[in-house]
């Protein structure tokens, strides 16, 4: 017997919040509860062409729940192709912020973290994305940035995350691949994303009315 939406739902965001995108790699069971749960909401969409919905995507979402597994303990490096400094860090949050078309159709990945000094910062994956069809967003993500969540001044974060001082805190990302995307499940406030490499993504809206970390960052110089 099929179970409701909203039942199915609720056990999803549990146990999604409960497994966290820092979760241990060792998390099979849960993971594959997980997966399971994401195949029967799918079943239930009540969106049908959820890419041509920008009034329910468009927005900041917080990721509760990744196939990958991050790391809390890392690197700026390691968060950035390598293009960042190697300072250690560590992780806090994962969002997405998404911007309509009339705004650079913007496809933001942001992981937030603490410093060695314990100070607030986030690393900005930036992207850009295009509809393909009634569920694929086809992704390009071309520039990673650092900037301090807090009120110091660049150089004051450069020191604290263990950038050097002429390092920079900004950099293209060049010949980097499109990647793909379908939305197999949109509402007012939840979205599963499947990858191009069918790993599965738990995301909730937070808002959708905010400032975009990358228009919150004091002015940035690049590479």
Known sequence: MSRDRE??????IAEATRSGVLRK???????????ELALELEALNPTPDPTRRPDLYVGRWKTLYSTFNLE?????????FGKLSSGPITVGELWQEVGPEDDLRRYDNVVTFTDAAGKPGAKVMMGRFDV??????????YEVFA??????????FKADAGIVPDGAVRKVIEKTPPLHSSIIYLDEDL?????VYGGVYVLQ??????VPTRLRAPELESA
């Open 191 to 195: 979205r599963l994303n499947r990858g």
């Open 205 to 210: 809206k937070i808002s959708a009315d905010y």
């Open 72 to 80: 809390k303990e890392t690197t700026l490096a390691r968060l950035s």
């Open 25 to 35: 790699a060792t998390d099979e069971e849960l993971g594959a509860r997980i997966a």
């Open 132 to 141: 393909e069809d009634g569920h694929k967003l086809g992704v390009v993500f």
């Open 7 to 12: 039942t199915v739902k609720a056990e999803l």
């Open 147 to 156: 900037t301090p969540e807090d009120d110091r001044s660049i150089d004051a």
